[in-house]
C-alpha cells in the first residue's frame, strides 16, 4: 500500500508572515546579542529555514559575520521572481565591508520547492567567493531553502 502523499501547506497569510518577520528580527538580534558563533550548520540551516520557508518569490540573503564567526547583519539583499533573482557581487561586497565582516554565508530560496542547485548557483558561488576574497571576506558557505529542505554547498563540497 502507498502511503498517502502530503498535501503543502497553503501559502502564509500577510499576518502571519509579518508575525514570522517579527519572530526572526528577534532571533537574529539574540544570536547578535549572545555572541553566538554560526559554526554549526544546523543552527545555520535552522535559522534559514524560519527566515526563507514559505516565500513565494526567489530571495537572496547575506548572513556578516565577525572574524570568530559571530553573527554581526543579516540582510535581504535581491528579491526576484518565481523562479530567479539577479545577484550583483558589487553590493554583496559593499555590505560587507559596511559591517566590516570576517566571513559570509550566501542564501537563497527556491520557491519551486526543486532543493537541487542549478549550475547558475554554482557559477555564482564561485563568483561571490572570488570577490569576497578580494576583501579578505571567507566565503563559508551557500545554502539553498526549498520548503523545509535545506541544502549546503559546504557539505557537499560545492564551495
Given at each position: 500500500m502507498n502511503a498517502p502523499t502530503p498535501h503543502p501547506l497553503p501559502p502564509m497569510t500577510p499576518a502571519e508572515l509579518a508575525i514570522i518577520r517579527r519572530a526572526m528580527r528577534l532571533i537574529e538580534s539574540r544570536l547578535r546579542h549572545a555572541g553566538e558563533a554560526m559554526t554549526s550548520p544546523t543552527l545555520v540551516k535552522d535559522l534559514l529555514r524560519l527566515r526563507m520557508a514559505g516565500l513565494e518569490r526567489e530571495h537572496f540573503d547575506l548572513l556578516l559575520l565577525d572574524a570568530q564567526n559571530r553573527l554581526v547583519h543579516v540582510e535581504t539583499l535581491f528579491v526576484g521572481t518565481l523562479t530567479q533573482t539577479s545577484v550583483y557581487p558589487r553590493e554583496v561586497v559593499k555590505l560587507a565591508l559596511r559591517f566590516n565582516a570576517g566571513a559570509a554565508i550566501i542564501c537563497h530560496n527556491h520557491s519551486s520547492g526543486f532543493?537541487?542547485?542549478?549550475?547558475?548557483?554554482?557559477?555564482?558561488?564561485?563568483?561571490?567567493?572570488?570577490?569576497?576574497?578580494?576583501?579578505?571576506?571567507?566565503?563559508?558557505?551557500?545554502?539553498?531553502?526549498?520548503?523545509?529542505?535545506?541544502?549546503?554547498?559546504?557539505?557537499?563540497?560545492?564551495i
Amino acid at each position: 500500500m502507498n502511503a498517502p502523499t502530503p498535501h503543502p501547506l497553503p501559502p502564509m497569510t500577510p499576518a502571519e508572515l509579518a508575525i514570522i518577520r517579527r519572530a526572526m528580527r528577534l532571533i537574529e538580534s539574540r544570536l547578535r546579542h549572545a555572541g553566538e558563533a554560526m559554526t554549526s550548520p544546523t543552527l545555520v540551516k535552522d535559522l534559514l529555514r524560519l527566515r526563507m520557508a514559505g516565500l513565494e518569490r526567489e530571495h537572496f540573503d547575506l548572513l556578516l559575520l565577525d572574524a570568530q564567526n559571530r553573527l554581526v547583519h543579516v540582510e535581504t539583499l535581491f528579491v526576484g521572481t518565481l523562479t530567479q533573482t539577479s545577484v550583483y557581487p558589487r553590493e554583496v561586497v559593499k555590505l560587507a565591508l559596511r559591517f566590516n565582516a570576517g566571513a559570509a554565508i550566501i542564501c537563497h530560496n527556491h520557491s519551486s520547492g526543486f532543493i537541487e542547485p542549478s549550475r547558475a548557483d554554482e557559477l555564482l558561488t564561485g563568483e561571490l567567493k572570488k570577490a569576497l576574497s578580494l576583501v579578505e571576506v571567507r566565503l563559508l558557505d551557500h545554502f539553498i531553502i526549498a520548503g523545509n529542505d535545506v541544502l549546503s554547498f559546504a557539505e557537499r563540497g560545492l564551495i
